[in-house]
């Protein structure tokens, strides 16, 4: 017996194109990413779609990443009134004043020599975990970050496309 799939999965699956790239663009801002997975609606399960995700991402060119990244706030200051990048970034909000600066700080140096923000799956990480994954990456050739970028939005993807097809109402 097959179930039926959760009420925010029909309801993507049946919006129409417009409302379905909005919400679409809200999970990711790029839109290579966001036209993949819109031509291949209906999804019969959350994982086909999330593997859909997966598999968008893996596609997804340098310039199809640079437009997904302009999509998201530097660690530690999520976008003021946009609830999603306040709830991921979470583990900031009760660091001390001294991560807090040092994160403005590796953060700026991060983006001089990328030229984008830093980028890390931030939900349930703490300020501490989110600063030593950018010790850890500030290193990095700039290939070796692209696909750690391609690794970490795909993360986050997959955590907010489950909140959007879990959710009961649009």
């Keep these: 017996m097959t179930s039926s799939p959760p009420p925010g999965l029909a309801r993507f699956n049946t919006s129409d194109d417009s409302a379905a790239q909005t919400a679409l663009h809200e999970v990711c801002a ?11 609606r209906p999804y019969a399960t959350v994982e086909a779609l999330l593997d859909a995700s997966d598999a968008a991402m893996a596609e997804l060119r340098a ?13 530690g200051r999520p976008k003021p009134g946009d ?12 660091a001390s004043e001294e991560l807090k600066a040092e994160m403005l ?17 931030a939900t349930g990480a703490t300020g ?28 986050i993807n997959r955590i907010r496309l489950t ?3 879990e959710e009961e109402t649009a």
């Excluded at 609830?83 to 009760?94: K, V």
Aim: with cysteine; net charge negative.
């Design 83 to 94: 609830p999603t990048s306040s709830r991921e970034q979470r583990g900031m909000a009760g």
């Design 105 to 121: 700080e590796m953060n700026l140096a991060y983006q001089e020599r990328f030229g984008h923000v830093f980028l890390v799956c």
């Design 63 to 75: 310039e199809d990443l640079a437009e997904a990244m302009a999509g998201h706030p530097p660690i």
């Design 128 to 155: 501490e975990q989110m600063r030593d994954a950018l010790k850890a990456r500030i290193g990095n050739t700039p290939d070796q970050e692209r696909e750690n970028v391609r690794t970490e939005l795909g993360k």
């Design 163 to 165: 909140r959007l097809v």
């Design 30 to 40: 790029s839109s290579a990413w966001g036209s993949k997975l819109l031509a291949q």
